[in-house]
């Protein structure tokens, strides 16, 4: 497992392992790194040579950008900060190559880039859901893997410690858009937030969690967590960890009452509420809500 520096994380607002349905965030394969909503510029994660820039197909999606694109770098893994926590001998570090995605290039191969350095402009390709917000995805492969295709990135572990918020499900609208709305709750303020700045949503057993819950029927856990260790929120069980994945149990979140699409779970160094997705809904700034979650035979699955 690659473990990924603070430096890295910590240019970005926000960062998610689990919250995508793409087969290559599997067990926390990749990471995506999103960026404040005003910047559109694509800021590099790591230091190496650009390798190849390349457009490649997407889904189609009304709302999206005509194309993808997949940047791959020669990754000097010192200059990055990456570690190595697995066996010395299978150390992948000498030869790694990061894929890239939703960016634009402003690159060609032979470049040189150094953490922080522009790669190019951000897109939302069909990839993106209509509720993500603008982010960088960035997975690594070994340098004798396939670097095209979605799956065969190695498992990487931020390096930070995500402090955890207690949420009692209540909060008020204070952002809308058309597929999902922001309460204020909970707030940075709910928690002892540690020296690296991030919080996240945590179970009722204290553990920080992440990923799309539940409609994309497999989440994580950002925090330390028992294998086996069976997880509930607001009072209902979510799901078991398996080593740090989270599949998450048959349940329906609603909202007064109403169900949703789901929650969106993820890490923060920025200001904090609780991201409901609800395509279509009729809430205003200023509405006052209680979320809470019910077991469910028939719960919202996305593909």
Do not use: Q
């Amino acid at each position: 497992m690659l473990r990924l520096p603070r430096p890295m994380l910590s240019r970005f607002e926000r960062f998610s392992l689990y919250n995508s349905p793409y087969p290559a965030h599997d067990s926390g394969c990749a990471i995506d790194l999103y960026v404040a909503a005003d910047d559109p510029v694509a800021r590099s994660p790591v230091a190496g040579v650009v390798r190849e820039a390349r457009t490649v197909r997407a889904p189609d999606k009304p709302y999206a950008h005509d194309d993808e694109y997949l940047i791959l770098v020669d990754v000097d893994a010192d200059a990055t900060g990456l570690d190595w926590l697995g066996d010395p001998d299978d150390d992948p570090r000498d030869g790694l190559v990061a894929r890239i995605l939703h960016v634009d290039p402003g690159v060609d191969a032979g470049d040189e880039v150094a953490v922080g350095d522009s790669l190019g402009r951000l897109v939302r390709s069909g990839f993106f859901a209509p509720w993500v917000s603008n982010h960088v995805h960035v997975g690594f492969r070994a340098a004798d893997a396939n670097h095209h295709r979605a799956r065969g990135s190695l498992p990487v572990s931020p390096d930070v410690t995500v402090s955890p918020l207690d949420w009692d499900g209540t909060g008020t609208v204070v952002e809308t858009a058309e597929t999902f709305v922001v309460l204020d709750a909970p707030t940075r303020a709910d928690a002892a937030v540690g020296s690296d700045g991030f919080v996240g949503l945590a179970s009722d057993e204290g553990v920080v969690l992440d990923g799309g819950l539940a409609h994309y029927g497999f989440g994580g856990a950002l925090s330390p967590v028992e294998d086996g260790r069976s997880l509930s929120l607001l009072g209902e069980r979510v799901g078991r960890a398996a080593g740090r994945d989270v599949p998450w149990a048959d349940f329906d979140v609603l909202v007064d009452g109403v169900r949703i699409t789901g929650l969106s779970l993820f890490a923060s160094r920025v200001d904090f509420g609780s991201k409901l997705v609800c395509p279509g809904h009729g809430f205003a700034t200023g509405d006052e809500v209680s979320v809470e979650i019910r077991p469910s035979a028939d719960p919202i699955r996305l593909d």
